[in-house]
Structure formats: C-alpha cells, structure tokens
C-alpha cells in the first residue's frame, strides 16, 4: 500500500457560540483537513487545528508548510510505517506539529480501514469501555458561567471544565459562582491557559479558592515557566496539570525529572499525532503521572483521533474533546452519548466523513499528486 494523493483542505468550522479563553475569542474554529488516497483505494482523513499561542502555527502555515513542504515528501510512501512517516516529516521540516498530526490521524485512519479494524487496535487494543464527558464553560461573567453550568448538571454532565485567565480576582468570582451554584458533588477543573502568568498569582488566587474543592488546576503559569509549576505544586495541594507546558518528549522528561505536575494533557496538535502522543503517554506511565486527552476544538476527525488514543490507555484517566458538540455544522459523525462518550468498533477511525459539508465549509484546498 502506497500513498498516491493528499489532498489539503482549509477550512471554517462553524460554532453554535463564540469560544472565549484568556487570550483568544473564536466565532469559528478554523482547521485543516487532510485527505490521503492510496493505490489501493482506502481513503483516511486526518486533521490539524492550529493556535499561534500554543505551537507558532497558524491555518496559513500549515496549509502551506503541508501542500509545499510534508505532501511531496510522503508521495509513495506506505502509510503503515509510522516511524518512518514521522522522519521523514521530521527530516524535512522541524516542529509544526499540527501540520504532522494532520498527517499521521489520516495514516491511522487508511491503516485502520485497510486492514479492516479500529485504530484503538493498532495501539494495543482497547482498554476503557466509555468516559465520562466535561462541559467546557468558555469566560464569561460569573452568572452566566454559573447558569451554564447548572444547565449542563440538569443534563447529566458531572464534571465542569472552567476557561478563566483574565486576571485572578475576577476568576476566583467566577469560581466560586459556579460551585456555589451546582453544589460540591460536581468536579470542577479550572484551566487558566496561561493567564496567571507566574507562581506568585497562582498561589495567591490558590489562597482564595480553598474551599472550593477544585479537581485541579491546569496551566496557570506561562507555558516555559516549568519551575513556576515545580513552586506552585510544592506549594498548594490542589492538583497541578500541564497544557501548554507540554508539547514533546523534551518538555516531558523536564516535568518528570522536576516533578513539575500531577496530571499531564497530551493534545495530538502540539505533538505531532497519535503516535507521538503514544510515546509521550507511555512516558507519563512510567513516571507515575496521569494523562488527559485534550483538545484544539477539533472537528469528529481529529477528536474521534484523539479518543483513539485514550481508550487504549490505561494512562488516560479523563478526556476533554468536545469539539464536535459545540459546532452548527461538521465535516464528520462522531457520535456522543452524552454526558458520555463510547466508541464504536468500526475500522479507522470510525466515523464518516460528509464530502458536501467538507466542500461547503472549504476556504481552499490543495491536491498533490506523485
């Protein structure tokens, strides 16, 4: 099995409402799809959703840093040697790893398709049979998060994963309006994304928050501040998670040589694919460290690629990919069973792609043929 044509499409994912973090509001989501052919007719998509603040790429770069750079590259090459499809792209451009994940979920999906199993077979098998799903509440006013979340709780979602970072007196209001509002049996995480800037903050806000009982903590310190984490874990004992902070196998051995985090959040986009984020994984493992799978907003192609991972992973004890429920149209069919999310035993990925949707939510593509 060959690859004979990639074809790249950019594209505009249509949100229900805007997505709002501490440094960026989102009217869409804006995403790169991937598409490769082989000569033996199996056809498998892959997906890359880009952020400047987290990895430097941007829907530009990466469309272009595929259609000029990756594609030609890859042209002949057999989707099934993944270790050698890395290098390659590797060997011929460093970093953007949202580009490389694109990649490497549409080699997993044809891989998958040609041989007529999941991909959670081809990373071992599957171990966990359902997860349980967390509502994402973008920033907004304390009122309006607190409102939100008691919809979600009225609907069956138990856990709630609050967006704050706008500055630490604002936030912890907005904290405690939520758990004041859906009681103390409802798990609350809050990500900062950076907005805390450094340990001092974080603890400081940390002081204020003791009785609120959060799961744990993700990212409130700048992403390179590994030592801001190392004070902030020592120094509190709510749980720490790692975003950001984590993109590669450097990142990685530096958080566990510093036992910088309790919990670590592995995204396909900032590391490259799946089979980097195996690695990373099995990293964690050793180490003692939790795993999350975490999400760009992804379209039903890239989360269905990252809940692939964590269903084959002991490691993976929560996931956040709930992309696909917040956008008016997608490109795919990932199926929910919400507030849970269960697999089906399908080959590849497992979820069909809609080639009109694809079209009609296209900017521009690229087809790049051997």
Not at 233 to 249: C, F, N, W
Request: charged share 25%; aromatic share 6%.
């Amino acid at each position: 099995m060959k690859i004979t044509e990639i074809e790249i499409f950019a594209i505009h994912l249509p949100l229900y409402e805007p997505f709002v973090i501490s440094y960026a509001s989102f009217d869409y989501m804006p995403s790169i799809i991937v598409k490769i052919t082989t000569d033996t007719g199996h056809i498998g998509y892959g997906e890359g959703v880009a952020d400047e603040h987290v990895t430097g790429e941007s829907l530009e770069s990466t469309y272009a840093v595929l259609k000029n750079t990756i594609a030609l590259k890859l042209i002949g090459e057999n989707p099934k040697n993944m270790e050698r499809i890395h290098d390659l792209m590797d060997a011929t451009i460093y970093g953007v790893p949202t580009a490389k994940a694109a990649i490497d979920i549409a080699c997993y999906d044809v891989v998958g398709k040609a041989l007529g199993v999941p991909v959670y077979d081809l990373l071992g098998g599957r171990f966990h049979k359902e997860f349980p799903l967390t509502h994402v509440l973008s920033i907004d006013t304390p009122e309006n998060m607190a409102d939100e979340a008691e919809e979600r709780v009225a609907a069956g979602y138990r856990s709630m994963k609050m967006k704050v970072g706008t500055n630490v007196a604002d936030d912890v209001l907005r904290i405690n309006a939520v758990r004041e509002r859906v009681g103390e049996d409802i798990a609350i995480r809050v990500d900062v994304n950076q907005g805390w800037k450094n340990s001092s903050n974080t603890l400081g806000g940390l002081q204020k928050l003791e009785a609120s009982g959060l799961d744990w903590l993700e990212q409130p310190v700048l992403a390179d501040d590994i030592d801001g984490m190392v004070e902030v874990k020592a120094k509190s004992s709510t749980s720490m998670m790692i975003d950001e902070g984590l993109r590669g196998v450097n990142e990685m051995r530096e958080i566990i040589a510093k036992r910088a985090a309790d919990k670590v959040n592995i995204k396909l986009m900032k590391c490259g694919g799946i089979y980097p984020a195996i690695k990373l994984a099995h990293m964690a493992e050793m180490a003692g460290i939790e795993c999350q799978i975490g999400s760009m907003v992804e379209s039903s192609i890239g989360s269905a690629a990252g809940f692939h991972v964590a269903f084959s992973k002991k490691v993976f004890t929560s996931v956040e990919l709930t992309g696909p429920l917040k956008f008016s149209k997608d490109v795919g069919n990932l199926h929910y069973d919400v507030p849970f999310i269960r697999l089906n035993e399908k080959a590849g990925l497992g979820i069909d792609v809609n080639e009109q949707v694809l079209q009609e939510l296209t900017v521009f593509s690229e087809k790049v043929i051997g």
